[in-house]
């Protein structure tokens, strides 16, 4: 039987070829206008080589809720350019302070800290304005717009993404518990990887009860996802992740692996990454793409 890793290959690298065609025509307009510095660095972000993992969710959650329109990939892309600027400010000295991301330069160390800072939230209003060229090619009615932008924009705020890095910055160097790591993983990582999983269903018209079982995969497989970071940045090497290795001891960060250390934490891991799985089948939903990437969240290797 293929492991999770060689089957999810072709599911990745599918939603690389959509989405960097996508990544690739907004970094040419950002090149030309605004241009100069600022847009060769917002291209430098756009065109960073990521594994795609948010797209290949947004596109296999719209086929298994019965999408199989192309317009799919401008949702995907969108997504991924609120993942990717979220990187670029992660990276920051006031934040993580990393300088290697995506197997190059951090954006700061290849331009410089104003300059990513601006890139970082010029990209906000891109990614919106690749959400709105998607769901008007999907030809959506405006009752499935408003909540599809709705999701992406709450978990990307104050409720998801922004809250989740106060959070894991306010933790450095103190005990957390595990409600706590939960609750910070969840915003930080896993509200984008659920809206991803949502956006995928409602933009196939999916039902309420579709929609709730694809959320809940998502939820699932978003915690899976940041505790396979942790293991991963305790575990692997820099030049296998693409990013400084061992990051998390070095800023004493709360991660699962700090709580719970490597074995147990790997368990969690599979423990979500199954439960993602039974989800999916309790809730009628036959998806092979789903079931691998649930398995290849837990296991990967960068
Ligand atoms: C700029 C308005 C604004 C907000 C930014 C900095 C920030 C708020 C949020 C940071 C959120 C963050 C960095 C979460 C970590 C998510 C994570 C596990 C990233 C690694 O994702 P991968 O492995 O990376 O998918 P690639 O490079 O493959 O895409």
New binding site residues.
Partial sequence: MPSPLDSAESILSEARSVTDARLAQRAAKLREDPGGRDGEALAYALE?P?????PALVLASYRAAGGHHPGIAGVAAAVEIV?T??????DLPC?DDDAQ??GRPTLHVRFDVATATRA??LL?PVAVQELVRGLGELGLSPEQVGPMADRMLEA?GLRG??A??WLDLMAEGTPVSRDGLVDMHRR??GALIEAACLMGAMAAGATERVIDTLGEYGREVGIA??IA?DLLDATATTEEL?KTAGRDVTLAKATYVSLLGIDAARDAAHQHGAAARRILQEGGIGSPALETLAGYIVERR?
Avoid: E, I, P
């Fill in positions: 960073a990521g594994k795609r993992v948010r993942h600027y979220s990187l670029v400010h992660d934040m991301r995506r970082g939230y906000v990307s993404m922004v989740g890095q930080k990582t996802f940041q970071d693409g960068s």
